[in-house]
């Protein structure tokens, strides 16, 4: 009979036998995805990805692809490729959503590590570019991961963002011989803990300011609105979100708004735009100082840092407003940490 190394699970496997590794858990968090760098052709490759994804985008291919093809990335690429010079991690040469999402990964491996052993194993994924989902899965099963948590860094349901990523996920699972059992994360938008952790956060930061804004926008990425006629719940799981921050917060001398950020295209889009909502508070309502506050993402990316950061802050600007406060997203912030790491605890009971 065959003697395996210490990683197996089975010592009395038959000569000639594939060594079957000792089980573990696997969690994959997912988030967005990100270009490998901003020269053109990182550019094209990662929006020609994200742009013919048909969560995304649900125009007929017939239409939409010549259309992507001969006309959206052919001059895209050199401007989005801007934005992300913009913010750039230069240091570790590569996008600060990679830079946060990866110590997001560090740092709840670390906690789960500590409280639960060597038993489950911790790393990150991008829907589209790198590291891919498929790639990642590949790595947890080869390490013997025969459990895997896919973790969607989305607070709130949408199936441009979280359904996509799990479409992925299940894709990824198909081309595995031995397919690991599988499970996927519930949106988190209304967990009072994840309130919580946000609110701090935000009670955090405009409490180090010298005078508080009149105004706290809540920005959501956008979407069609024909996709929330459709049944997509994200328009609603958004407002419930900032119900229950407005709620927790109990200010009585700062309004609290929501708007959608990011449209794209010709059709109508979920409204108010953020970017048209901040010049109007300056030019119409004669507000002077307002914060910003993005609860739909999980990481600061291009959407927080170049979007909101600059093009929103120039439009409040220009319509006359003077103290613009961008307040980041909870990334790798303890809180953030605990609230993801018990969450996960929660998700895997019954396997450990």
Known sequence: MKTTNDTSTDRHLPEGHPT???????????????PDAYDYWSMRRYLNEFLSDKRVIDIA?????????????????????????????EELDE???????REQSQSVSKVIEEELGGEVIVDFCMR??????????AEMVEKGC?????????????????????????RALMKQTWQPASRTIAPYFDDERYIEALASSIEAHVGAMESKPETLV??????????????????????????????????SDIDIITTFQSVFGREEWLKPYTVKEVARLAKEDGKRKIAVVAPAFSADCIETL????????????????????????????AAHVRFLTDTIKENIQGWT
């Not at 291919?61 to 490729?81: A, E, H, M, V």
């Open 20 to 34: 079957v590794k000792k089980p573990k858990i696997g969690v994959l968090l997912a988030n967005l995805g990100t």
């Open 95 to 101: 996008s600060p959503l990679m830079t946060i999402t």
């Open 146 to 170: 025969d459990k895997i948590l896919f973790f969607s860094l989305y607070p709130q349901y949408a199936g441009a963002t979280m359904g996509t990523a799990n479409d992925e996920f299940f």
């Open 306 to 333: 170049e979007e909101i950061n600059e093009e929103i802050c120039e439009a409040f600007e220009e319509a006359g407003g003077e103290e613009f406060t961008y307040i980041p997203c909870l990334n790798a912030d």
């Open 61 to 89: 291919s017939w239409k939409w692809q010549p259309l992507l093809q001969l006309i959206i990335l052919t001059k895209r690429p050199f401007s989005s490729g801007e934005a992300y010079k913009s913010i750039w991690n």
């Open 128 to 137: 589209y570019g790198n590291p891919s989902t498929e790639s990642k899965v």
């Open 218 to 251: 809540v920005s959501y990425h956008g979407m069609p609105k024909r996709y929330l006629m459709q049944g997509d719940p994200y328009h609603c799981q958004c407002q419930k979100t900032t119900r229950l921050l407005r709620e927790r917060l109990n200010w």
